[in-house]
């Protein structure tokens, strides 16, 4: 399945980069405030390099700014994604196993449950020194609207009150606003692993811990929204195919990332909450100030000469949308097994990457394409937030917009192949829906109309003999437009 080395933190992630002219390092000095971000933004719409702003504390920035980069950090080519989201399918609904041979087969599958299993280390890297206080990372302030410093790759780990094994454990990446030395706000969004942990620790003070700089499999792992029964450690050691290494937190009972570059420890106590914002969001506009928990910094641990870092949110193309891109390669295998009458599904990223699908479907039976939206949006949480949904047939490429065009043109009418819904959950960050969290949806069958769908004779698509075609290239073989 892996088709890469395995790395095994952050700094083997850069050095292969590095290696392959893939890492570009800054030395002239960059304002981590607003002139970060420019060039940030920059070298990713250029598909450009990882860069290393250099420091007192290196800042690395872009390092998924690229589709090849997020596929070597799940361990594969981008020629891998499919094959590997095949794997993931496979592990979550395995066949039961017929005899040795059966097993043996399969031993990618054996082998990758065998080696989730985490390493204990006593001495971690992480945890060779301290740093004082949170001035002492080049913490950035991302947009000209921004209230303040934001850290906005964090993995941020929690547990529920009474269970310590790390299967339980919920990573996620939830940005933290700094407002003191020793003050965070963390913002986990209501319906996040880390937000539904914090209900359960009610009036007692919970333990948080944020791990800066993870390996390359945990980032993503914990970016990933994975079902809540899968441990996000054990999910990046079936990635890495190598054991998550870890150790125990030193000021809070936690479990954390014994290769992370920085560690910070602290508590969240009940109740306590400051407003949190306004920051530039993924959807390109800045969100309201509001109250999210604080967290009280108990620690920071961190390696020697430790690298901190960072991403930007902002409109599509950004870091977020070049890794939904290749989320979605990734969870196709797994919503086919759930929905198989689906063969292609692409979530446009300047739609934000979720606000907006494009369906294809082997289309046999009136209906179907309302069907499949109704699945999606009914089957999978993750298309709660859906906007739209275009159904198109299988000669339509989802992934061009000439194609889906000419679909929605000629295939669908709006009177009679629109699905519109009200009143449906929606993300409370689209201020474009007439009630925070509840708005309508949209559905557009744009596929061929078939048996008692239309009583009119449907039009033929026009295609050329593939001969005359391939006659046609050779003639104007070395043809020179202007
Ligand atoms: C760079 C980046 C920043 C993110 N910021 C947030 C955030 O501030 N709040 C949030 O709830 N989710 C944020 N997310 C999305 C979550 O990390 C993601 O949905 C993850 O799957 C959540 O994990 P969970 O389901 O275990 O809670 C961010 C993702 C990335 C890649």
Request: a neutral charge; charged letters at 20%; proline letters at 10%.
């Amino acid at each position: 399945m892996s088709d890469l080395p395995t790395f095994s933190d952050l700094r083997a992630f850069l050095a292969h980069c590095e290696a392959g002219g893939d890492l570009l390092r800054i030395t002239a000095p960059v304002d981590p405030r607003h002139e970060m971000t420019a060039v940030q933004l920059l070298a990713l719409r250029q598909g450009g390099p990882v860069l290393r702003f250099e420091g007192a504390m290196p800042v690395i920035g872009n390092l998924f700014g690229t589709r090849r980069r997020v596929a070597a950090g799940l361990g594969v080519s981008p020629g891998g994604v499919g094959a590997l989201g095949e794997f993931l399918a496979a592990l979550r609904a395995p066949a039961p196993v017929r005899g040795l041979g059966d097993a043996l087969s399969r031993w990618p599958q054996l082998r990758a449950a065998l080696m989730t299993r985490p390493a204990t280390l006593r001495r971690a890297p992480v945890q060779a020194e301290r740093l004082p206080g949170l001035e002492a990372i080049p913490v950035q302030t991302p947009w000209p609207g921004d209230a303040g410093p934001l850290i906005t790759w964090p993995v941020v780990i929690t547990r529920p009150p009474d269970e310590e094994s790390l299967s339980a454990y919920n990573l996620g990446v939830y940005r933290a606003q700094v407002i003191a030395s020793d003050r965070l706000i963390l913002r986990w969004l209501p319906h996040r692993g880390g937000a539904a942990h914090h209900r359960q620790w009610r009036d007692r003070p919970m333990p948080v811990a944020l791990a800066l700089g993870c390996d390359p499999a945990l980032l993503l792992s914990a970016a990933l929204p994975l079902p809540e029964n899968v441990s996000e450690f054990t999910f990046s050691g079936v990635l890495r195919g190598a054991r998550v290494e870890v150790a125990r937190a030193t000021s809070v009972p936690l479990t954390i990332p014994a290769r992370a570059e920085i560690v910070i420890e602290g508590w969240v106590h009940p109740g306590e909450t400051a407003p949190e914002g306004p920051f530039g969001d993924h959807t390109g506009y800045y969100n309201a100030a509001e109250p999210f928990p604080v967290m009280r910094v108990s620690a920071i641990t961190c390696r020697r000469d430790p690298l901190y870092l960072s991403t930007v949110t902002g409109r599509p193309p950004d870091e977020p949308s070049v890794i939904g891109e290749v989320f979605n390669d990734l969870a196709l295998p797994v919503i086919r097994a759930q929905i198989p009458e689906i063969c292609d599904l692409y979530l446009p990223p300047a739609a934000c990457s979720y606000r907006m699908a494009v369906v294809q479907i082997d289309k046999r039976y009136p209906g179907q394409a309302r069907r499949v939206m109704l699945a999606l949006w009914g089957m999978l949480a993750q298309f709660s937030y859906t906007k739209m949904i275009v159904v198109v047939d299988r000669d339509i490429d989802p992934r061009n917009w000439d194609d889906v065009l000419w679909a929605l043109a000629t295939r669908h009418d709006p009177g009679r192949d629109t699905v519109i819904l009200t009143d449906t959950p929606m993300d409370y960050l689209d201020f474009a829906s007439p009630s925070a969290g509840l708005a309508g949806k949209i559905g557009m069958d744009a596929t061929t109309k078939i048996g008692t769908e239309t009583t009119r004779d449907w039009g033929e698509v026009m295609r050329l003999d593939p001969v005359h075609a391939a006659r046609a290239a050779e003639l104007l073989k070395g043809l020179k437009c202007v």
